[in-house]
């Protein structure tokens, strides 16, 4: 059974920072990448940033330059690094996982942004 879990999501003081991270288990075939999507109320689900099998990343607008997404391969886990926070950062974040056979999604840790 596959197994997503996230962790490290709070509250936090504009400017400050959190270290997300998902960690994927019973995945039995290739993980081609795992990133992390976000909601916020009212909002669609949108994209923040991802990584590929091969180290290639991909970040939207709003995250390029304060965020950074790393992962461990060996750990299949992903982390979400997260600096310089800003309260329109606030939302559920989500942790997805395309693996060879399925897309797979975690069930999301609550980032809160104080102004």
């Known amino acids: 059974q596959v197994q997503l879990v996230e962790s490290g999501g709070g509250l936090v003081q504009h400017g400050g920072s959190l270290r997300l991270s998902c960690a994927a288990s019973g995945i039995s075939f290739g993980i081609n990448s795992m990133g992390w999507y976000r909601q916020a109320p009212g909002k669609q689900r949108e994209l923040v940033a991802a990584i590929t099998s091969g180290g290639s990343t991909n970040y939207a607008d709003s995250a390029q330059g304060r965020f950074t997404i790393s992962r461990d391969s060996a750990k299949n886990t992903v982390y979400l690094q997260m600096n310089s926070l800003k309260p329109e950062d606030t939302a559920v974040y989500y942790c997805?996982?395309?693996?060879?056979?399925?897309?797979?999604w975690g069930q999301g840790t609550q980032v809160t942004v104080s102004s």
């Open positions: 997805k996982v395309v693996a060879v056979n399925g897309v797979y």
